[in-house]
């Protein structure tokens, strides 16, 4: 993710805009063609560079490594969003579909670190200090 480190904000942004269209694409390739786990870290560290970009001080870009926390989210949890009163229709994660026998993906550790960024998601908000370098 070398272009999240370019001078330009606009450049930035769209890195981070590719990021959201393409990662749940990978993660449905790895569930049902099974990839290999080099392909998996290699999203990790993605995922783990663009959250990051929560914190760049320009606001146009803070913003739209938000939006792709809420991609990762939905990518991992079941449901249409998460708490107990979540609809189950039109569900975008990939938990129905992981199976148990996968090799090296696990439904409830994704759904888990899904659930922990939307609770730090929320806590971006309470304090409204997205964007000012001190969230992640």
Known sequence: MYLLNDDSESVRRQCILAAVATFPGALHWLVHDGGVSENWQD??????SVLKAVNDPAETVSSVGIKFAETVVLSYVPGKGVG??????DDKSIYR?????????????????GCALNTEMVQWLKLGRAGDGNIR
């Not at 999203?43 to 783990?48: A, F, Y």
């Not at 107990?84 to 229709?89: G, I, L, S, V």
Request: no cysteine; net charge positive.
């Open 43 to 48: 999203i990790t560290s993605m995922k783990n």
């Open 84 to 89: 107990p009163n979540a609809a189950r229709n």
């Open 97 to 113: 579909e992981l199976p148990y026998t996968h090799p090296f993906l696990r439904a409830v550790r994704l759904e888990q670190e």
